[in-house]
């Protein structure tokens, strides 16, 4: 007996799948091109292709849907605190590390535009799955806190460059590759991390032994850890290693695993070290400093990775809204969802723009003051902008699917619960925006040279000189600690308006200014973005 069929299913979009997630992506690709970049020469387009395949996109989901968990001790009683993961989280790892993305700027020979081009594949991999990004991006940044330590950089650089993914639960000298986390915060300062209490005392050499409890130690699988503790000189960076130089597993003793909103494919754990073996990174007393080189890579990684996180929503709204008919016409055709898609395809392009216009900096940061003073000022705003920014876009991108973008099935809630992380991680909203004030006001002569270059280029734009002003005006009022956000989203308004101007259609450029800068942003899709339309969705997903 056949089975009963109420009707044909008719009307449903196809799945989204097998595309070139960078082909089909006109902003990205003309930001590359700014920026210095061909996407053929760096192999970006077979990247957007394989990251776009159905198979690494079901990848993202598989990871999410099976979390990682804590196996604290064996069968025969012995401590062993590793954390399995799903096999398609070390499918990804894989992949991710085999294209560099943990390490291609520490290349040699180094690239000129080695920040650049990495941006682009960190933006694109994480709209596919972003927890794994974790580790990627600490692997990354941690070199740049170990430099303070020349002879530990010599022992782990080889490793960090490596592209040969090594899960192995083995001491890092026997490994083929290795990744790199951190520990900070503890649970009585949380962002006040002079507030530490975890105690390290000295051994032998730069060798010292750390007691206390780490709050949230993120990707705890890593091969070693940057952590920051309180010792004789004061608070301090230490590299606290899985297993002793004597090859025995260190005193890293996981309590738990967060159950997190969001960024479910990564562990994220509570630590306490016992004695734990320890090797001092820079100074004593200068653990702030040392790690704060680290902080401004990982910043640029959430405000990129956050841009990816909305380019890849507004890709899924798109291709709903190309596919689905409503009223005799399809949604792409409907006015209304044609401001809503616009307005997004305005917002993640601005976002991809700023993004990879930081990465530049950091390309020419050595060799350029003004750039050098631009990445200081300009990256913890597209932080503060972007990430913070992505929530609420995200939420536009699922309500363009309706009730099929509101169900677990879709990609959309995975990426809605990720977007906050980005923003909490590395500086929530306040401590970045405090972070820009105290820079602007410590070197103002700095602050002031960053402004007036980003003016030389969008001066004559709508909004743009009465924001400058406006941010000017706040930035030396009695009230400025009080007005900080305000400051920040300036910043990241005339930044991200720069950004723009570099190379996008000047209609584009104009509407931006005009529902940014010239009067506050209406909610999405109620912005009057006049001639910019067509050009922005034509944009936004080509047809190749």
């Known amino acids: 007996m056949l089975p009963f069929e109420t009707h044909d299913v ?24 700014a920026n210095g970049v061909d996407p ?22 598989l990871a999410n849907e099976n979390t990682p968990k804590l196996r604290t001790h064996d069968a025969r009683g012995y401590r062993i605190d590793a954390v399995e993961f799903h096999p398609a989280y070390h499918v990804l790892m894989r992949a991710s590390m085999e294209d560099g993305l943990h390490a291609s700027t520490w290349d040699e020979p180094r690239s000129g535009h080695a920040h650049v081009t990495r941006a682009a594949r960190i933006y694109t991999a994480a709209g596919v799955e972003s927890g794994h990004i974790c580790p990627i991006t600490m692997t990354h940044a941690a070199a740049a806190a170990l430099a303070a330590s020349p002879n530990r950089l010599a022992d782990w650089l080889p490793k960090i460059r490596s592209r040969a993914y ?12 290795v990744t790199l986390g951190m520990g900070m915060t503890e649970k009585q300062g949380g962002t006040d991390v002079r507030a530490n209490t975890t105690q390290a005392v000295p051994k032998t050499g730069d060798e010292y032994a750390l007691t206390g409890h780490k709050w949230f130690m993120s990707a705890p699988m890593c091969d070693a850890f940057l952590v920051l503790a309180q010792a004789p000189g004061g608070l301090t960076c230490f590299l606290v290693p899985r297993f002793r130089p004597d090859g025995s597993l260190n005193t ?4 738990r695993l967060k159950d997190k909103l969001g960024n479910r494919s990564n562990a994220s754990s509570e630590v306490e070290l016992h004695d734990a ?23 640029l990684d959430c405000a990129v990775a956050s841009a990816g996180l909305v380019r890849m929503g507004l890709a899924l709204a798109m291709h709903h809204a190309r596919h689905r008919g409503v009223f005799q016409k399809k949604l792409i055709d409907q006015p209304a969802m044609r401001m809503v898609l616009a307005d997004l395809a305005l917002e993640s392009e601005a976002m991809t723009a700023l993004g990879l216009r930081v990465a530049h900096s950091f390309d020419l940061q050595q060799a350029d003051d003004h750039e050098a003073a631009y990445a200081r000022l300009v990256t913890p705003a597209a932080k503060f902008g972007i990430c913070k920014s992505a929530p609420r876009l ?14 677990e099935e879709s990609a959309l809630p995975r990426l809605y619960r990720e977007a906050p992380v980005n923003a909490i991680w590395e500086g929530s909203g306040n401590v970045i925006a405090l972070d820009i004030l105290r820079a602007e006001t410590r070197e103002p002569e700095v602050a002031t040279a960053v402004l007036e270059r980003l003016m030389a280029d969008i001066r004559d734009l709508p909004g743009a000189s009465d924001a400058a002003r406006d941010m000017v005006m706040a930035l030396h009022s009695p009230e400025a600690e009080a007005r900080a956000r305000s400051i920040a989203e300036r910043l990241f ?6 950004a723009l101007a570099r190379f996008a259609p000047p209609e584009i450029t104009q509407a931006y200014a005009l529902t940014r800068l010239a009067s506050p942003a209406r909610m999405i899709g109620a912005n009057d973005l006049g001639p910019a339309v067509n050009p922005l969705l034509e944009r936004a997903f080509m047809a190749i």
């Not at 009307?11 to 690709?29: E, Y």
């Not at 020469?41 to 990247?47: D, G, R, S, V, Y």
Request: charged letters at 20%; a negative charge.
């Open 394 to 407: 995200l939420y536009e991108a699922m309500e363009c699917l309706g009730g099929n973008g509101y169900v």
């Open 40 to 61: 053929e020469a760096e192999e970006l387009i077979p990247f957007g292709a394989a990251w776009g395949s159905a198979e690494r996109l079901d990848l993202g989901r």
């Open 10 to 33: 008719l009307n449903q979009t196809p799945p989204f799948g097998d595309v070139n997630l960078i082909a089909i992506n006109q902003p990205l690709l003309d930001a590359l091109k």
């Open 166 to 177: 090594d899960s192995r639960v083995i001491p890092f000298w026997e490994k083929s590759a």
């Open 277 to 299: 073996f320890a090797w001092r990174i820079g100074e004593a007393g200068h653990g702030v400093r040392t790690i704060i080189e680290m902080v401004q890579l990982t910043r």
């Open 493 to 498: 308004l005339l930044a991200a308006t720069a």
């Open 252 to 255: 890293l003793r996981l309590q």
